[in-house]
């Protein structure tokens, strides 16, 4: 029996809207059947009759029944998403993609570096690591965001820093009334890294141009490509690996990535 | 079952039984015109049309019936395929089938069709097999093969879904004479050298498998060529070996909805876009048309090669035909190609 039901969303409800930053939302759904997820995997959210995108779960893999995406607001799309309410049906297909290599992080040093709302799928991979602190040996994360009021999830850092063997360091772009913390871009916070640079394995995801510079800096500091992985987005519609949009390369995101090792792209045009 | 001979009549009338379900002489073709169409070049459409429609529903979703009428499929025979869309459906079998994710609706049309070539007996002007590792004729990949010879055809079932359809359609074949076979193999060999000496000034020599050196997408050199391109589509519309498509949906009540997915084409300028206007969020990885335009010709003969290995190009020549710029993708790879 073929069946097309692959292309067809699972209804999901939506059980909580969040007002993260002024341009950032998360909502929170519940699929009718639990969707279990890998931190890195994405899904196609549906919202009926408008569209579907492809967005990373910003909440835990632990908890499939109860699914948290975060969305910036920035086309058709995810301006009628942000006018959702609770109580609406949306729908979701998935997971997608590889997601992070949790399992190959054992002794090593993990370096989370987000721009934006870019922190969002890179929270899955943190809150995975917080799971189960035992198999890393470290766990630093830079973040960076325009203003402080675009500082996404700022009520966790705390909780999450105060675990052992993490570290957080936080920048806003500049200097803003009531701000005492670092200002300029993330990149700032990759200078003079105090990391064991051998062991050291980084996640990264923003906006392209933070993904180009802060690549960039990592390299500087001695990083080799297949020790930096990339959160990359291209126009994806299938997520499966057949409809042939997401390419860098030979790679399709959608199968081959959407965190694709830096050394298997770094000479692809276009990357950034 | 090899060397048999098969009358071109008794053929006409196992036809007529409507056992052929898309032939290269047009989806509605006549036994007669089907029949005459195997011994012309190969036709101006693929089958990719039939096996993978351009515009097709996925399914429904919502509040209200959300099942399409089933596709009732009884295996039938597309017939007078040619070797380079047998290479093309070994590709799209790979693309489409060996993934994580199978592309069911394909999957659904592609296994039960009986696959009945032909080989040409003449060449369109722009056909190219020869310069991409084909020939122009199959040596595998179809049920049934039906080699065009004085009267009638050399008929070769190479699997038991094969040998069923000639045993149903009452297709019982004479053994084929010494001078039959001796007539196949000298116009399999015009043929080649037709294919051959009509591409010998392009420069393109193609190994099946391997990548040919490209520049890449970000490379000005490709502007020589896109500065003919109209964004039009007709040639990944056209390719047998496209596949690229986009899914949409459409309300068919308040809360009903249809998700309908349509062939999309790398070289329009809607293709990457994504959403975002800040100049921090690039809206689209190529721009400029000649990257895209690149990123179609590297897929063929770059990309394909590492994904799949095999080439994305099987040398049907039918872009050229349909290219409104006479965009010449033989021209173009075989200049390029470092």
């Keep these: 029996m073929i069946t097309t039901d692959s292309y067809i969303p699972t209804p999901a409800k939506l059980v909580e809207v969040i007002d993260e930053t002024p341009t950032i939302k998360t909502l929170v759904l519940a699929p009718a059947e639990p969707m279990s997820f890998k931190a890195g995997q994405f899904i196609q959210l549906t919202l009926p009759g408008v569209g579907e995108g492809p967005f990373t779960p910003s909440s835990s893999p632990s908890r499939p029944d109860r699914i948290a995406i975060t969305i910036l607001r920035t086309g058709t799309v995810t301006e009628r998403l942000h006018q959702c309410r609770p109580g609406d049906v949306l729908g979701l297909r998935g997971p997608y993609g590889k997601g992070y290599p949790v399992d190959k992080l054992a002794g090593r040093e993990v370096l989370v570096v987000g721009g934006g709302v870019g922190l969002a799928p890179l929270r899955a991979l943190i809150l995975a690591l917080l799971d189960d602190l035992g198999p890393i040996k470290r766990l630093s994360i830079r973040y960076g965001a325009r203003g402080m009021e675009e500082l996404l999830f700022r009520r966790e850092y705390d909780q999450w820093a105060s675990r052992p063997k993490v570290d957080m360091r936080v920048t806003i772009d500049s200097p803003q009334s009531g701000w005492n913390g670092n200002t300029g871009v993330v990149t700032t916070l990759l200078k003079n890294l105090d990391m064991t640079l051998p062991q050291c394995v980084a996640f990264l995801c923003g906006p392209g141009i933070m993904l180009q510079f802060a690549t960039q800096a990592l390299e500087s500091e001695g990083l080799r490509p297949d020790q930096i992985y990339l959160s990359m987005n291209r126009r994806m519609s299938c997520g499966m690996g057949l409809c042939g949009r997401c390419n860098i390369g030979p790679y399709y995101l959608c199968k081959d990535g959407p965190d694709m090792n830096y050394a298997m792209i770094k000479d692809a045009p276009n990357v950034f | 079952?090899?060397?048999?001979?098969?009358?071109?009549?008794?053929?006409?009338?196992?036809?007529?039984?409507?056992?052929?379900?898309?032939?290269?002489?047009?989806?509605?073709?006549?036994?007669?015109?089907?029949?005459?169409?195997?011994?012309?070049?190969?036709?101006?459409?693929?089958?990719?049309?039939?096996?993978?429609?351009?515009?097709?529903?996925?399914?429904?979703?919502?509040?209200?019936?959300?099942?399409?009428?089933?596709?009732?499929?009884?295996?039938?025979?597309?017939?007078?395929?040619?070797?380079?869309?047998?290479?093309?459906?070994?590709?799209?079998?790979?693309?489409?089938?060996?993934?994580?994710?199978?592309?069911?609706?394909?999957?659904?049309?592609?296994?039960?069709?009986?696959?009945?070539?032909?080989?040409?007996?003449?060449?369109?002007?722009?056909?190219?097999?020869?310069?991409?590792?084909?020939?122009?004729?199959?040596?595998?990949?179809?049920?049934?093969?039906?080699?065009?010879?004085?009267?009638?055809?050399?008929?070769?079932?190479?699997?038991?879904?094969?040998?069923?359809?000639?045993?149903?359609?009452?297709?019982?074949?004479?053994?084929?004479?010494?001078?039959?076979?001796?007539?196949?193999?000298?116009?399999?060999?015009?043929?080649?050298?037709?294919?051959?000496?009509?591409?010998?000034?392009?420069?393109?020599?193609?190994?099946?498998?391997?990548?040919?050196?490209?520049?890449?997408?970000?490379?000005?050199?490709?502007?020589?060529?896109?500065?003919?391109?109209?964004?039009?589509?007709?040639?990944?519309?056209?390719?047998?070996?496209?596949?690229?498509?986009?899914?949409y949906d459409q309300a068919l009540g308040p809360k009903l909805f249809e998700r309908i997915r349509t062939w999309d084409s790398c070289l329009l300028g809607t293709y990457h876009r994504m959403a975002g206007t800040t100049p921090n969020m690039k809206p689209t990885p190529r721009p400029r048309l000649r990257s895209r335009l690149a990123n179609r010709v590297l897929h063929k003969f770059t990309y394909a090669p590492a994904q799949c290995g095999l080439l994305g190009c099987v040398g049907c020549g039918r872009c050229i035909e349909a290219c409104l710029g006479a965009i010449d993708i033989r021209q173009v790879a075989g200049e390029l190609r470092q």
């Design chain 2, 1 to 247: 079952m090899t060397g048999q001979y098969l009358p071109r009549e008794k053929l006409a009338e196992a036809l007529a039984d409507e056992r052929c379900l898309w032939s290269a002489a047009g989806e509605q073709a006549s036994p007669c015109e089907t029949i005459a169409g195997l011994t012309k070049p190969r036709s101006s459409l693929s089958p990719k049309g039939w096996l993978y429609p351009s515009l097709q529903s996925v399914g429904r979703y919502g509040d209200g019936p959300t099942s399409p009428p089933a596709e009732a499929q009884a295996p039938r025979a597309i017939v007078g395929l040619r070797a380079c869309e047998l290479a093309a459906l070994k590709y799209l079998d790979k693309m489409l089938l060996d993934g994580p994710f199978q592309e069911p609706l394909y999957q659904s049309r592609r296994k039960s069709a009986v696959l009945v070539s032909t080989d040409c007996a003449a060449a369109a002007p722009t056909c190219f097999c020869t310069s991409v590792g084909g020939l122009p004729f199959a040596a595998d990949g179809y049920d049934v093969n039906l080699s065009p010879v004085e009267g009638g055809f050399i008929v070769d079932a190479a699997t038991d879904r094969g040998r069923a359809w000639l045993a149903s359609a009452g297709l019982d074949c004479a053994a084929a004479t010494a001078e039959q076979l001796a007539q196949r193999d000298r116009t399999r060999r015009a043929a080649t050298e037709a294919v051959g000496g009509q591409n010998r000034s392009t420069g393109l020599q193609a190994v099946q498998g391997q990548s040919l050196g490209l520049p890449d997408d970000a490379d000005p050199a490709w502007q020589r060529y896109a500065a003919d391109c109209v964004e039009c589509g007709a040639c990944t519309n056209i390719c047998p070996t496209c596949y690229c498509f986009y899914l």
